[in-house]
Each structure stands twice: as structure tokens, then as C-alpha cells.
């Protein structure tokens, strides 16, 4: 369909998992990319791969300065910045009384600063490239229906959920041509997913079969799976819709 053609999209944590899956289908949909990852060589790698429409950058959300080169050096590469993902991000487990302080700071630095910072750098090159643009944020069904053992990233996501509409408003009071919405996936196979399956809790084969139960369709979801609900949000099809929560989590986030 290339409903990505002349899309120049920044994508966060591009290196791996969703990110990756993300950046794949804007450059298959017609579009460009530039890859920001703290794990420089393996984005540098899959840009290589992509092509003359792809590039990697180091990106380390937590870093404002970091924010900064990046929407510089997307558009030396490409000229312009039109679509934002914010997909960058961390879960571990923890609760408040007895959960370390670091995972806190950690999670909240990368899951919610981390996407502030994207936006605060990302809108005025949006807003001076006089095109239709879209930033795209992940949060989890975890935002809609925050989970008793990860406290700082039930934080981080409802917060990035609260920030999501406030800036969709904000930049829509203003008659900024910038949608800003969000897709919520429930447990994906990505390596973040695959860090709780391989934890030595329990059996991979138990953990997996205990994380599809949390979803109404019963298995795991793919990358590629959320990749097209982003890409649909970042493209034009969407050019109605701001503020919006798209979930891609099997029904997790209803069951009651």
C-alpha cells in the first residue's frame, strides 16, 4: 500500500523487538528511518540491511542531549522529521514497599522521561517540516489494567498514557497538523517478553502458558502484529484520529 511514501519516521528502540518490527514496516510501506538505540552496532546493522532509506543513530531516551543529536542527525540523513515512535522501553518486576529503588528510577527515566524528552526535541522539527505528522507512543495493557507486581511500570505507562492526550490535545487547541496517539500491547515476543519466560521462576514452557492466559485469545502476540497497528496510527488512514488508545493485546486489557 507504501503508506509511509515520503513518511520520515525516528524511531526509538529500533534496534530490537517492536522497534525493529516498527522500522521494517515504515521503510516495506515506502517510508525512511532512522534507528535510535543504545545498542548502536545491532541497529547500525539492521539499517545496513534496510537500506538507503533507513539509518541508525545512538540513543539513549533517558539523555535529552541524546534526543537532541538524534532529531538532528534525521535530518541531516533525510531532510525532515514527520512521524515520532516512542517505543523504547523496560519492564522488571517490583512493588513499592520492598522493590529496588533503581528499577523505579530506571523504568520511569526510560518508559515515561524517555518519551517526553522524544516529544519535547521531535515537535518543533515536526511542526517546521509543514507537513502532516504523528507521533505514536507504547504503553501496554498494563496502562488500562495496571498489574499488582510491576509498580514502576504500571507508573510509567498510565503516566505515558496521561501524557499521550494531554499533548494530542495541546497541539490540536493549537492547529498544529500533529496527531498524537498510542497502541497498547499485552505480552509480545520480544526480548523483554523472553526476560521474564527465561527468568528461572518457573519453566519457559509454565511462564508462557501463564502469560497467554492473561489474554482472552490465549497466545503470545508478534511484533509484526503491533508494528501495524503503529504503522496504521503514523499514516495517513489515521489523519482523524488523535489522542486515541489502540490496543493490540488479544483482549487482555477488557477481561474482567
Same mark, same amino acid.
Given at each position: 500500500?507504501?503508506?509511509?511514501?515520503?513518511?520520515?519516521?525516528?524511531?526509538?528502540? &529500533?534496534?530490537?523487538?517492536?522497534?525493529?518490527?516498527? *522500522?521494517?514496516?515504515?521503510?516495506?510501506? /515506502?517510508?525512511?528511518?532512522?534507528?535510535?538505540?543504545?545498542?548502536?552496532? $545491532?541497529?547500525?546493522? %539492521?539499517? =545496513? +540491511?534496510? /537500506?538507503?532509506? *533507513? *539509518?541508525?543513530?545512538?540513543?539513549?531516551?533517558?539523555?535529552?542531549?541524546?534526543?537532541?543529536? =538524534?532529531? =538532528?542527525?534525521?535530518?541531516?540523513?533525510?531532510?525532515?522529521? @514527520?512521524?515520532?515512535?516512542? %517505543?523504547?522501553?523496560?519492564?522488571?518486576?517490583?512493588?513499592?514497599?520492598?522493590?529496588? #529503588?533503581?528499577?523505579?528510577?530506571?523504568?520511569?527515566?526510560?518508559?515515561?522521561?524517555?518519551?517526553? !524528552? &522524544?516529544?519535547?526535541?521531535?515537535?518543533?522539527?515536526? *511542526?517546521?517540516?509543514? +507537513?502532516?505528522?504523528?507521533?505514536?507512543?507504547? &504503553?501496554?495493557?498494563?496502562? #488500562?489494567?495496571?498489574?499488582?507486581?510491576?509498580?514502576?511500570?504500571?507508573?510509567? $505507562?498510565?503516566?505515558?498514557?496521561?501524557?499521550?492526550?494531554?499533548?494530542?490535545?495541546?497541539?490540536?487547541?493549537?492547529?498544529?497538523?500533529?496527531?498524537?496517539?498510542?497502541?497498547?500491547?499485552?505480552? %509480545?515476543?520480544?526480548?523483554?517478553?523472553?526476560? !521474564? $519466560?527465561?527468568? &528461572?521462576?518457573? @519453566?519457559?514452557?509454565?511462564?508462557?502458558?501463564?502469560?497467554?492466559a492473561t489474554h482472552p485469545m490465549n497466545r503470545i /502476540?508478534?511484533?509484526?502484529?503491533?508494528?501495524?497497528?503503529?504503522?496504521? #496510527?503514523?499514516?495517513?488512514?489515521?489523519?482523524?484520529?488523535?489522542?486515541?488508545?489502540?490496543?493490540?493485546?488479544?483482549?487482555?486489557?477488557?477481561?474482567?
Amino acid at each position: 500500500m507504501m503508506r509511509m511514501q515520503g513518511k520520515v519516521a525516528l524511531v526509538s528502540g &529500533g534496534a530490537e523487538g517492536i522497534g525493529e518490527a516498527v *522500522a521494517r514496516l515504515i521503510v516495506a510501506e /515506502g517510508g525512511s528511518v532512522m534507528l535510535g538505540d543504545v545498542q548502536l552496532e $545491532k541497529a547500525e546493522g %539492521i539499517a =545496513a +540491511e534496510l /537500506g538507503e532509506r *533507513a *539509518a541508525a543513530t545512538p540513543l539513549d531516551v533517558r539523555d535529552l542531549a541524546q534526543w537532541e543529536a =538524534a532529531v =538532528a542527525a534525521t535530518l541531516a540523513r533525510f531532510g525532515k522529521l @514527520t512521524v515520532l515512535c516512542n %517505543i523504547a522501553g523496560i519492564s522488571e518486576p517490583g512493588n513499592v514497599p520492598e522493590g529496588a #529503588l533503581d528499577v523505579w528510577e530506571r523504568t520511569i527515566g526510560i518508559n515515561l522521561n524517555g518519551p517526553f !524528552y &522524544g516529544m519535547r526535541t521531535g515537535i518543533p522539527a515536526m *511542526a517546521a517540516s509543514g +507537513e502532516h505528522c504523528a507521533i505514536v507512543n507504547i &504503553g501496554s495493557m498494563i496502562a #488500562l489494567r495496571p498489574a499488582s507486581f510491576v509498580a514502576a511500570y504500571s507508573a510509567s $505507562k498510565t503516566g505515558l498514557r496521561g501524557l499521550t492526550q494531554s499533548v494530542a490535545l495541546d497541539l490540536a487547541e493549537r492547529g498544529l497538523p500533529i496527531r498524537v496517539n498510542m497502541v497498547h500491547p499485552g505480552a %509480545i515476543r520480544t526480548p523483554m517478553y523472553n526476560r !521474564y $519466560k527465561f527468568s &528461572g521462576a518457573d @519453566t519457559p514452557e509454565n511462564i508462557e502458558t501463564n502469560f497467554a492466559a492473561t489474554h482472552p485469545m490465549n497466545r503470545i /502476540g508478534e511484533p509484526e502484529e503491533v508494528a501495524r497497528a503503529v504503522v496504521f #496510527l503514523a499514516s495517513d488512514e489515521a489523519s482523524f484520529t488523535t489522542g486515541c488508545d489502540l490496543t493490540v493485546d488479544g483482549g487482555g486489557s477488557i477481561r474482567s
